[in-house]
C-alpha cells in the first residue's frame, strides 16, 4: 500500500506495512530522532508529533492512517537556525531541562494546548500534562513556564491583536 | 573571595537548546543503516539447569551474523564478589537472565532466529523471597558461592547470604538491661522501585585496531570498561567507552549490564552492534531499589535519650549480589544516623534470591532505612510522650557524637537545619486548611546520607583562543553538573566565563579514571581534580606571564580573561597572548589534577564488612510533609512538601533548586504509588508504564526548599553533591505524616489507597518476620 503524506513541509510517499507506527518511520526512515520511542503504548508521550496541528502519540499512529496529511516532528517546529518556539525557548531560559528525553514530546504537545486554549489555568495545564510523563523535572518548572509563556502572550495580544501563540 | 564570585551563578544549561529542539543524540538515536542489531534469549523460568543449548539453526537463520552465548565470554563479575556471569553458564537464577544473543542484519531477523535455539531446562525450585531464602533448608541460589573470587575482602558469607556488614558500638546489652529504659520495636517492610529511566539501557559496540569500543548510555564508564575485560579475558586496557548523553539514569545505569555484550558480538563479527532494552525488558530486569525487611530496636530513658540501639536489616539483592553487597555498608550510616546514641550495633545482610537482581536507586538503602528510623522514632515518642519535633531537636547529631561505626561527626548540622525548617514554616503557612475535612497529618524527619567520594582525574588544556578544555570522565545525565557546576568551577579558577569552558564527553581512552556519576560525587571528586589541574594551569600560566612582563608571579592575577598585575586593573596580558607565548616557548599550557577519598576512620573494631568505615562527607537534610487522607478511598494527597537540605555551598542554586524538585517527586512516587511486586513465577509484574504508577503531573506540588550553607565539606569551595539527596527523606515525611493522619502505624510502603483503607479499618497484615531472630547475635554469622 502507498501513503503520501507531508513530513516537515516535504511530500513523502511510504510504500510498505501500513500499519507501521509513524514513529518507526520517523525514527529508522529519516533519522527524526528527536522523536523518542519510550514506552511505544501512547502513556509517556515522548514521541508526540502534531498530525495536521493535533498533538498526536506516533507510537499508536499507523502510518496508514496519515495519507493526505501534515506531519510536524520536533525537527520541523524550529528547523536549522530559525528561532525557537517561544517555548522552547521559555524552557531554555527558566533552566527547566533536565535528561532532556521527555521534552521534544513535552514541547510538541504544550505548544497544541497552548494554541488552543490561551486562557488556560495552573490545574488546566496540569491536567493537559497527564500523557506526558517527565521523570527528572517532578513538573513544576514545566508549568511555571507555560504559565508564564501564556501570561506573557495575554499581554502581547492585548497589546496587538494577535492570536498566534 | 573573588574564586567563589566568580564560580556561584544560575548558569543555565548549555545543552538545552539542543535537547529542545530533539537535536541531542542519545546512544538510543545513534543507530545507522550498516549496524547489527542484537537480540536476548532471555530465561521464562525463575531457576533451572541448562541441560541442552544448541544455536547451530540459529547460525544459519537469514541475516544471522553471529550468535554467543556464556561460553563465550566466561569470565564472572560483580561487586565485592564476582558471581555474575554475562549470559547465563548452566545455572539459571532469574526469570529474563539472558540466556545467549543473535546479532543480525535486522532486528526481525534477530528475534526471528531465537526461534532456532534449541534450550532445555530442568527446572529447580525456586527460592523467591528472603524469608524462604533465609531457611536453615533452603536450595542456595548460588551453590558454588565458595569458589567465586572475593574481589573486596572483609565480608562474612554464607550461602544464600551474599554478604554481610557489620557495626557494633559499646555494650548493648547492658544498655537494653538497664532498669530504667522503656525499649521499643518495629519492624518494616518495603517493596522495590524502578528507576524508569527515558533511555532504556543501549550499548553499540565494534571492533577497532584490535580493541572493544563501546558507547553506551551508563553512569560508570570505567566500570563497563573495567567488567568487559573481566567477562571477555581481556586486559580492561584493550576496552575504550564513551558516553553520548544519557537519557536518565536514577542509580541503573551505576553498574554494568548488557553494555559487554555488544563488544563481544563486535570481535565476532567486525561489525559495529547495537543492543538496546525494549521497555518491557527494561522494566523486567530493572536494578531496582531492592525491597528490604527492617527490625528496629531502642532502649529509651524516660528523659528520652537513646543509651541503645540495635537493628536488623534484610536487603534482597536478587539474583546476583551486585550493588546490594556494597549497600550493606551504607545501613551503619543511615539506620545508625540522624540521632545521638549511646551503644549500637547494626546487621545489614544481602539475600539472594531467584527475582531479578537488584541495584543502586538514588540514596539507595538511605531512603527506606530513614523510613524505618523516622517511623521508629515517632513510634518511641508515641510510647514515651514526646514531641516529634521536640525529641529530633533535643536528639539529632550533633558536634562530637559518635556515628555507628564510632565515626566523629563535626559541626551542628541537624540541630539548626531544624530551627531553619521552622523559620520556613512560619514564611510559607501551613496547609492544614486545604484538607477540607479529610484526615490531615504532617511530619518533620531527618535524614543522613553522604557523598560518595572515591577516584577522579580531569585534565584541563588552555587554549590559544582563550578557551579551556575540560577532560574527565564524567558523564551528563541529566543532573546538569558536566553543563554547570564544572564549568562554573572551571571558569572561577581560571577567570574564564564558562562558556568559555569546553566540556569533553567521558571517553576512558582521553581521561583517567574515574568511579562514576552518581552517589552525588561529580561535583565534589570531579570538581576537586579539576581544582587541581587548574592550579597547575595557573601556575605555567603566571610562570610565563611573569617572564612576558617582568613581573614575579605571586604578583599577577587571573581575571577577567586576563593576566593582570595585582592592583593594577586593565594590565597585563589577555590569557590567549599568554597562551601563545607559552606555546612558542615552553609549549602549550595544560595541567592535570586527581582526588580521592580521605578514608576517614572508624573507631577499631565497629565497622566488619565495610566498604566504607565512615563518611568523608555526610549530607544531612529534613524534609517535612503536610496530607490529606480521604478516609473513604484513602487516597492520600500531599498539600505542602518543605526541604531544608544541606548543600555544603550552593554553587547553582536554581539547578539545585531542579534537583530538589525533581527527586521529591520521585520519592513521592516510591512512597504513595510506584510498586513492584514478583509474580508467582519469579517476574516483576510491572513491566510497562500502565502497570507501574509513576507521577504525573497532576500528583505533583511545588517543593519549597531552602538550602543550608557552610557545613564542613571537603569538596571544592566547600560543595556537597546536591542531586542525590533530595529523594532521601520522602518516604519517611510522607510515611510519619499518613500515620499520624489515620492513627495508625505505617510500617510499610508504598501507601496506596487500598493499603491505607486496609490500615484505617485494621485489616492490614503488619510486617512479622520469623526468619529474623530474637536475638540480635543470632543474626550475624558471628
Redesign the interface.
Known sequence: MTVTFRLNGEDYRFRDDPMTPLVDIL??EHF?????A????G??G?CTVHVDGEAVPSCLKPVGLLHGCEVT???G??SGQEA?HPL?AA???A??????????GM?MSLSAFMRDNPGACR?E???A??G??C?????????DTVVDCLDTHRQTTETAGSMNV | MSELSATVMNLPRRDAQDKLRGRTKYTIDRVRPDMLHAVLLRSTVPAGRIRRLDVSAAHDCPGVRAVATGADAPGLYGIGIADHPLLAIDTIRYHGEPIAVVAAETEAQARAALAAIVLEIEPLAPVFTMAEALQPSARLVHEDWRNYEIITEGGARAGNIAWEAKSSRGDVDAAFARPDVRIVESSFTVGRQSHVPFEPRVAIGSWEDGRAHIQTSTQVPWTVRNVTGRVMQLPPGRVRVTVPPVGGGFGLKFDASIEPITALLARMTGRTVILENSRQEEMATCLCRENAEIRIRSAVTAEGEIVGREAVVLMDCGAYGGEQVFLTTMTAHTLGGNYRVGAMRLVSRAIYTNTPPNGAFRACNGVYNTFALERHTDEICEALGFDTIAYRKKNVLRNGDLGATGQVFEADVLGPMLDRMETLRANTGTSEAKADGRLYGTATTVGTWFVFVGPSAATVNLNADGSATLVTSGVEIGSGTMMQSLPQIVAGQLGLAPDQVIVREADTDAAGLDVGVGGGRTTVSIGAASVAACTEVKEKLLRTAGEMLQTRPEDLLLQGGRVEISGRPGSGATIPAVVAHAQATTGPISGSGAFTAKNTPAMSGCAMGHFIDALDIPVFVVHEAEVAVDPDTGHVEVLAYRVVQDVGRALNPRAIMGQIQGGVVQGLGYALHEEVTITTDGRIAQDNFETYRLPLAPDVIPVTADLYEGAPSMGPLGTKGAGEVPILAVGAAIGCAVARAIGKPVRQLPLTPPRVLRLLHERETQPEFPHIAPGWAANTLG
Open positions: 525514527r529508522q527524526l530522532t528527536g522523536t523518542k519510550v514506552c511505544r503504548e502513556f509517556c515522548a516532528t520536533i525537527e517546529l524550529s525557537l522552547q524552557f531554555e531560559a533552566d527547566a531541562v533536565q535528561c532532556g528525553m521527555c521534552f521534544p514541547v490545574a495545564i496540569k491536567s500534562m497527564v506526558n510523563i521523570r527528572c523535572t517532578g513538573y513544576e518548572r514545566i508549568v
